[in-house]
């Protein structure tokens, strides 16, 4: 019996997880299938980009991931690296709005206040924004429950512009880099409005939604909600990559085509080979995906989902550089704001295993949805703009001892509204034209680390039925 053939293109979390549970499959059930994981760049892991000089640990990419999304976690169990994993950091988090640095207020949730007493004594909002907010807790049901709409005109209609404009889109759109009156709530949050739909006040849903907080033990810290690993994200991609037969990794070859031939599929490379293969994860951005899959027409709607790009900036500083130390882990920037940067992240307070003694390590980011030209500016006007921007609200007398740039072209899809119903009409018609074939990844369900590992485990359920 000949053994069925599995091409995963592309190397980042996606395709890892995917060729490291089917690999697991393959073994545990002895499936008559190889696997070939097939990667664009010379090194694996996607927008994992962990560097290490001086004794610093430098996240370039993704920090770290949610905790209670238990797949990555699990992930790093498989692998070995469940002692590995760290907690961020405790110290609140700051909205930075005219000029000045103000605390999140306690017990919001993505800027859904479950707490009233913080919501109302904050500086955050006016007298007039907070009692618009309370409208929540009497207005009716503000969506479609069948009706895509966009994250702003949700909140909005909920919790009125101020809450809107001053929390919940400098909190939800540091997360896409996108305009949150464009995002899709069914495609990034649908949680919100299963929550206005079950409870009709969104505010109640969330409370009522939230579970208490076990008491703390005496002296003890609460735990951050985020992950990360003492070597940083690397390690995870190292500790897959070690368990993955060496012989199914190729790295430094594209994707030019795929085309169906009779029951499997033809791939075209960019080393100038072709080969057969059973099965395709197509684990890529969307307009890799695309352009492989040209000659289909159904995938063209992929070519019109919109894609923003960004920058990361860490700068490391002697601790005494840093003038006005502030007790937290960071802000992150209302868009109304004339600055360039759209967050900061206080590295050194929020990971210590990224910093030596004595330093500090600031992570910056620009870039955002319509307004993302700052990217392809020199790295010297990039450094400036960062430091003039920080130094409105931090007083920093030294330039950084080094800094390093990292440019993410076109690197953050934005799942616009109806951006789920093009997705399922997308999956859909692979599955009646190319059989066999999947688009996973960033892209589609999801950005975050957990999010890709879901993916690509759900893939590898479905190949496993397929094989056995």
């Known amino acids: 019996m000949s053994k069925k053939r599995v091409a995963i293109i592309g190397g980042g979390i996606t395709g890892l997880t995917v060729a490291y549970y089917l690999q ?26 962990t560097d290490y000089r001086n004794g610093f640990v430098i996240e370039l990419g ?22 590995d994993l760290v907690h961020n950091g405790g110290g609140g988090a700051f909205i930075l709005n005219n000029e000045k640095l103000y605390p999140i207020p306690g017990g919001a949730i993505m800027g859904i206040p479950t707490q009233m007493a913080p919501f109302a004594t904050t500086r955050l ?81 969330m409370k009522k939604a939230t579970p208490a907080k076990p008491k703390a033990a005496p002296k003890s810290k609460p735990k951050g909600m985020f992950l990360s690993f003492k070597r940083g994200l690397q390690s995870l991609v190292d500790g897959v990559e070690k368990y993955l037969d060496e012989e199914a990794i190729i790295k430094g070859v594209g994707l030019d085509s795929l085309v169906k031939k009779g029951d ?42 919109p894609s923003t790009s960004v920058a990361t900036i860490a700068m490391a500083f002697p601790q005494s550089a840093i003038k006005k130390d502030i007790n937290g882990t960071g802000f992150v920037v209302s868009k109304k704001n004339d600055y360039n940067i759209t967050a900061c992240t206080w590295t050194h307070k929020k990971w210590q295993h990224s910093t030596p003694e004595g330093y500090a390590l600031l992570r910056c980011y620009v870039g955002r949805a319509g307004n993302d030209a700052i990217v392809d500016w020199s790295d010297d006007e990039i450094i400036d703009a960062v430091l003039t921007d920080l130094n409105k609200t931090m007083q920093i007398d030294a330039k950084p001892e080094f800094s390093i740039i990292k440019r993410w072209k076109n690197s953050m899809p934005q799942y616009v509204v109806g951006h789920k119903q093009r997705i399922d009409e997308l999956k859909e018609q692979l599955q009646k034209q190319l059989p066999g ?17 879901d993916q690509g485990e759900a893939v590898v359920e479905k190949l496993k039925k397929q094989l056995v």
């Open 24 to 49: 697991k499959e393959i073994l545990a059930n002895n499936l008559q299938c190889e696997y070939r994981l097939i990667e664009k760049s010379t090194k694996l892991g996607g927008k994992i980009s």
């Open 62 to 83: 993704p920090d770290s991931f949610l905790g209670r999304k238990q797949s990555a976690s699990r992930l790093a169990k498989e692998v070995g690296l469940e002692t």
């Open 125 to 205: 909002f006016s007298p007039l924004g907070k009692l618009r907010a309370a409208g929540d807790l009497i207005l009716p049901r503000a969506s479609d429950p069948d009706v895509d709409m966009s994250l702003g005109s949700f909140f909005r209609k909920r919790l009125g512009n101020e809450v809107v404009d001053n929390l919940i889109e400098p909190l939800l759109s540091g997360i896409y880099a996108g305009d949150i009156d464009k995002l899709s709530l069914m495609a990034t949050f649908p949680q919100f409005h299963q929550v206005e739909q079950k409870h009709r006040s969104l505010i109640l849903g």
């Open 264 to 305: 499997a599929y033809e791939l075209s490379f960019s080393n100038g080979k072709t080969e057969i293969f059973d099965y395709v994860v197509m684990a890529t951005p969307h307009h890799v995906t695309e352009e492989a899959l040209r000659s289909y027409s159904f995938v063209e709607p992929l070519a019109d989902i």
């Open 437 to 453: 074939v999947y688009a996973i990844g960033g892209s589609f369900e999801g950005i975050g680390l957990p999010d890709c590992i």
